[in-house]
């Protein structure tokens, strides 16, 4: 039988553009699927607004997630932006903490490059959506009512049968505005099949791997829906929460 075919790459698909005020540039934000709420990786360009070219250098720029609820705003957790020499993308990643049905979201972008005398900005308007399977869970410190604790799923993204990556990251509202990553977590994990009554063996509880990402192995022994309990302690051993979980059906 012939092989199969390659598989192309996902296209990044244009989620929102504008220009940036009077200095001849276009900010686009770019993704490989539509915004939903959870963690999200972006692509920032920047191009030239007269021939549409990408900028060949990086160059200093600030952006800044917003959700505008009418009576009130707030941002949300980010991951810096990198510039990529090769693609000329800027790439990051955002943890949108609610629908756009809640208000309005955007990026409020800054250029600020005194070296090649730019100075700008702009504000990219667009939706986020709620998936029926969400990819985010908040809930609040057992030991600390005032501490809002966020775990975003990552991986897996392509689940199957057998042994699956799994990494979250877990960051706290510390205000409207800051929302810095949890590093010195203890994560366990417990994957079971409600709907057949059994779990899994071999399962790894994730550990920190870097700015708030915990990695493991969640073990998936059929298809079907499987749902991943989480048990999150502090640093000195105390549960923060056990009661959580994300749902995962292939």
């Known amino acids: 039988t012939e092989p199969d075919a ?18 001849g540039l276009m900010i686009e934000y770019y993704s490989y699927e539509t915004p939903f709420v959870g963690y999200n990786k972006i692509y920032i360009a920047v191009k030239d607004s007269a021939t549409g070219e990408k900028l060949n ?8 997630p917003m959700m505008d609820m009418g009576m009130m705003m707030h941002s949300c957790p980010t991951e810096a932006l990198e510039f990529n020499s090769e693609t000329k993308f800027y790439e990051g990643a955002v943890v949108f903490v609610m629908p756009s049905t809640a208000g309005q979201w955007m990026f409020n972008v800054t ?16 939706d986020v959506t709620a ?15 005032d501490a809002m604790y966020f775990v975003s799923l990552i991986q897996p993204e ?32 417990e994957p079971e099949m409600p709907s057949m009554n059994h779990g899994s063996p071999n399962n790894v509880n994730p550990t920190h791997i870097g700015m708030g990402h915990y990695s493991g192995v969640a073990n998936f022994t059929m298809t079907g829906w ?4 989480m048990l999150i302690k502090d640093g000195e051993g105390s549960v923060l929460s056990d009661d959580i979980y994300f749902d995962i059906t292939f």
């Open 226 to 229: 499987w749902r991943v309990n």
């Open 111 to 126: 250029i600020d490059d005194s070296s090649l005398e730019l100075m700008g900005s702009a504000s990219l308007t667009f």
């Open 131 to 145: 998936l029926e399977e969400e990819k985010l869970v908040s809930f609040q410190s057992a030991i600390d009512p």
């Open 158 to 189: 392509n689940p199957k049968v057998g042994e699956n990556t799994y990494e979250i990251l877990i960051n706290r509202r510390a205000s409207m505005m800051d929302w810095p990553y949890e590093p010195y977590l203890t994560v366990e994990i």
């Open 6 to 23: 390659p598989v192309p790459a996902p296209e990044k698909t244009l989620i929102a553009g504008e220009y940036a005020l009077g200095i």
């Open 57 to 64: 250098e990086s160059i200093d720029m600030m952006l800044v």
